[in-house]
């Protein structure tokens, strides 16, 4: 198995993480890049976006993992679609009708989730949403499994804080309004 | 400094002062201060200083005198004197300094104002800027808090400063005057000043460090208005939009966003790269002006005629509750309002 090259660019002054990962990016179609600070990692996500890349970030300590594929020309079509597969969830129930049910239905559907393929890119937890996110303990493990395949998870700040959940977010990372409108803004399919 | 650690500091200094002559001060964060000295006459007092954006001395030092003459201009004020800070190594050439205070000497001068001294302290890097004084008649003083409901919002410069200084670093954009985002820094805003006085304005602000964004919001929450900004409409410098999608934005634009997250509301789906253009810091940027929907015209006529010839209405105050909102167009929001 090839390694995949490693740009540590970390104590690098802005904007120049940006521009090594852009000149690795000419002669690597993977990559990892290692920033120590947020304004790094969001402008090297910025700039895969640009570049027709997937990323994953993962937060290390203090530092930053980006990890960056290069979607290939042939299949960018099938694999965007792929990549750009968003769920919206807004409620901790699935569906109208009996509020049991309903917290049945979406258990058995967020573990479903890892049973199909593809698996989606992005899952967004918002309004009661988030208590998915942070107190149901079996949801939350396979929220981990689906982090660990690659899936972005993400919980609305400001429901977090007023369901007053912040301090009980393990899984995935907080997103605001602004993030969450531009990632619906540019998927595909969504589904809520 | 980022604006949520700038007033968080201020909010725990104990300001005694309280001279009835200080027509602005910290207690209404202007661009600068005014002092009233007599029946006729207040003065203008401002100070900043930075590091070099450009490698080519005498451009920056011009650059750095223009954008501390701008908050002289805001204020509806003339510049009449200057004092130069600098900060500079040892271990530089003493005619790279030169270099620097020529082009801010330059600057001043053509401001028409007097270069009256300064100060230098050895650094580890290059700092320069100035300190400048200006007066104006207290009746001809336009500060940043007396929008109105209705009026026309004016920018005179394109935005992307802070985005070209990022893209220059970066080598991917060139750092003299060919570049039409450096020649804006180094013109002087006092070219808006007449038609400004002669057509009469309600309030106005220089766009610098808090981008489009900070600066209108301090005129909204100053001047108790709800603005809205229409962002199909916002001039920005060729290449900007690309280096932002590239993310050659600085650390500023980030910390200005989340100091104004609260405070702005965006309306439509608008394109992140703009989003971050409207939160980019500029350098020596162009005047915000708040003026009477039916003087717009005028206004913009006039500083076409002083060469103002980038000047556009972004956007307009909407509402008497502080408060930004941004739009794509015009019409979307005029149809709004209507229903």
């Known amino acids: 198995m090839k390694t995949m090259k490693k740009i540590d660019a970390r104590e690098m002054d802005c904007p120049q993480p940006v521009i090594e990962t852009k000149n690795a990016l000419q002669k690597n179609s993977d990559l990892t890049v290692l920033v120590d600070?947020?304004?790094?990692?969001?402008?090297?996500?910025?700039?895969?976006?640009?570049?027709?890349?997937?990323?994953?970030?993962?937060?290390?300590?203090?530092?930053?993992?980006?990890?960056?594929?290069?979607?290939?020309?042939?299949?960018?079509?099938?694999?965007?679609?792929e990549v750009e597969k968003v769920y919206f969830i807004k409620s901790d129930k699935l569906g109208t009708g009996s509020e049991e049910l309903g917290e049945v239905l979406i258990?058995?559907?967020?573990?479903?989730?890892?049973?199909?393929?593809?698996?989606?890119?992005?899952?967004?937890f918002i309004n009661s949403g988030v208590k998915l996110a942070t107190l149901n303990y079996e949801i939350?493990?396979?929220?981990?499994?689906?982090?660990?395949?690659?899936?972005?998870?993400?919980?609305?700040?400001?429901?977090?804080?007023?369901?007053?959940?912040?301090?009980?977010?393990?899984?995935?990372?907080?997103?605001?309004?602004?993030?969450?409108?531009?990632?619906?803004?540019?998927?595909?399919?969504?589904v809520v | 400094m980022s604006p949520g650690t700038l007033s968080q500091v201020l909010r725990q200094v104990n300001h005694i002062s309280k001279d009835n002559n200080l027509l602005?001060?910290?207690?209404?964060?202007?661009?600068?201060?005014?002092?009233?000295?007599?029946?006729?006459?207040?003065?203008?007092?401002?100070?900043?200083?930075?590091?070099?954006?450009?490698?080519?001395?005498?451009?920056?030092?011009?650059?750095?005198?223009?954008?501390?003459?701008?908050?002289?201009?805001?204020?509806?004020?003339?510049?009449?004197?200057?004092?130069?800070?600098?900060?500079?190594?040892?271990?530089?050439?003493?005619?790279?300094?030169?270099?620097?205070?020529?082009?801010?000497?330059?600057?001043?001068?053509?401001?028409?104002?007097?270069?009256?001294?300064?100060?230098?302290?050895?650094?580890?890097?290059?700092?320069?800027?100035?300190?400048?004084?200006?007066?104006?008649?207290?009746?001809d003083l336009i500060t940043n808090s007396d929008a109105q409901v209705g009026d026309s919002l004016v920018l005179t410069k394109p935005l992307g400063m802070g985005i070209m200084s990022t893209a220059i670093k970066g080598g991917l954009a060139k750092g003299n005057l060919d570049n039409p985002a450096i020649k804006a820094m180094t013109i002087l805003n006092n070219q808006a000043i007449g038609p400004m006085r002669e057509i009469g304005v309600n309030a106005c602000t220089d766009i610098t460090g808090f981008g489009l964004l900070g600066h209108a919001w301090e005129l909204a929450k100053e001047s108790n208005v709800e603005i809205t900004i229409f962002s199909e409409q916002i001039p920005i410098f060729d290449e900007i939009l690309d280096y932002a999608e590239m993310g050659l934005i600085p650390k500023g634009a980030y910390s200005n966003r989340q100091y104004l997250k609260e405070n702005v509301e965006f309306e439509d789906?608008?394109?992140?790269?703009?989003?971050?253009?409207?939160?980019?810091?500029?350098?020596?940027?162009?005047?915000?002006?708040?003026?009477?929907?039916?003087?717009?015209?005028?206004?913009?006529?006039?500083?076409?005629?002083?060469?103002?010839?980038?000047?556009?209405?972004?956007?307009?105050?909407?509402?008497?509750?502080?408060?930004?909102?941004?739009?794509?167009?015009?019409?979307?929001?005029?149809?709004?309002?209507?229903?």
């Open chain 1, 140 to 190: 939350k493990r396979n929220l981990h499994k689906l982090e660990e395949e690659g899936v972005d998870i993400l919980s609305c700040g400001t429901c977090l804080e007023y369901y007053e959940l912040k301090d009980k977010l393990e899984v995935g990372r907080i997103s605001n309004m602004y993030d969450i409108v531009d990632i619906l803004n540019h998927a595909d399919v969504v």
């Open chain 1, 37 to 81: 600070n947020q304004v790094a990692a969001d402008n090297i996500a910025k700039l895969a976006k640009k570049l027709g890349c997937k990323v994953s970030r993962v937060e290390d300590g203090s530092d930053y993992k980006l990890i960056l594929k290069k979607v290939l020309e042939e299949n960018k079509e099938e694999s965007t679609s």
């Open chain 2, 24 to 139: 602005v001060g910290l207690d209404s964060p202007d661009d600068a201060c005014v002092y009233q000295l007599d029946q006729d006459t207040a003065i203008i007092q401002s100070v900043d200083y930075f590091t070099p954006i450009v490698d080519d001395p005498y451009l920056f030092g011009q650059i750095a005198a223009a954008n501390s003459l701008s908050d002289i201009y805001a204020m509806g004020g003339k510049p009449i004197t200057a004092m130069n800070i600098v900060g500079f190594p040892s271990c530089l050439s003493e005619d790279i300094l030169v270099e620097i205070l020529q082009g801010g000497a330059d600057k001043v001068a053509e401001a028409g104002a007097t270069l009256a001294g300064g100060h230098t302290i050895q650094d580890e890097e290059p700092k320069y800027g100035l300190s400048v004084t200006g007066v104006v008649k207290p009746e």
């Open chain 2, 269 to 339: 789906q608008i394109n992140e790269a703009l989003v971050d253009i409207l939160f980019d810091p500029q350098t020596s940027g162009g005047l915000l002006i708040s003026v009477a929907e039916d003087k717009v015209a005028d206004l913009l006529i006039g500083l076409y005629g002083q060469g103002v010839e980038e000047a556009t209405v972004i956007g307009k105050v909407s509402g008497n509750q502080s408060k930004i909102r941004v739009a794509t167009k015009k019409g979307e929001i005029n149809e709004e309002r209507r229903i």
């Open chain 1, 107 to 124: 258990k058995g559907f967020v573990n479903t989730l890892l049973e199909v393929e593809p698996l989606p890119a992005k899952i967004i």
